[in-house]
């Protein structure tokens, strides 16, 4: 199990990698004016995103082994485990929404300022902390 857990926290730093690198993206997007920056953006913000995803769903499926395994049995009368659940479903919902962004820029739909995604750019740190608290500390 040691290495199940060993790959779900590898995975879950690759993902967030990209999640704090994504949005980033989308700050500089918005900013852009000229037609070679726009594409330039389209093709990052893709390439990214198709990068992160498999380790989105590594992370996920390693987790539910997990909880699967022992910390469902272990913890399924604590109060930290679901507000983590909950954590990570918001996150997956995230990872979700910066695909429609994405998308919105690949259409030219965009109509929200950089200062928007700036802050978008803070939820997936402030997730991230919550959810290592909750499972480290664990003070629920």
């Known amino acids: 199990m040691l290495w ?3 790959f779900h926290i590898i995975f879950m730093v690759a993902w967030f990698a990209g999640l704090f690198y994504l949005p980033r ?4 997007h918005a900013q ?7 594409q330039r953006f389209e093709v990052m913000e893709r390439k990214l995103f198709w990068f992160i995803t498999p380790w989105a769903v ?14 469902w049995q272990a913890y399924a009368g604590s ?9 990570v479903a918001l ?4 990872h979700g929404y910066c695909g429609k962004l994405m998308m919105d820029f690949r259409q030219r ?3 929200r300022s950089h200062v ?9 740190v402030l997730i991230l902390a919550a959810i290592v608290i909750l499972a480290v500390v664990k003070p629920l």
Not at 79 to 87: C, E, I, Q, R, T
Not at 91 to 94: A, P, S
């Open 109 to 111: 739909r965009n109509r």
């Open 91 to 94: 996150l997956i919902t995230y």
């Open 25 to 28: 993206l989308f700050v500089y």
């Open 116 to 124: 928007f995604y700036r802050w978008l750019n803070e939820l997936p």
């Open 79 to 87: 109060v930290w485990l679901p507000a983590k659940l909950a954590l």
């Open 32 to 38: 852009c004016a000229d037609e070679p920056g726009l």
């Open 58 to 71: 590594l992370t996920v499926v390693l987790g539910l082994w997990l909880l699967w395994a022992y910390a």
């Open 4 to 6: 199940v857990k060993a």
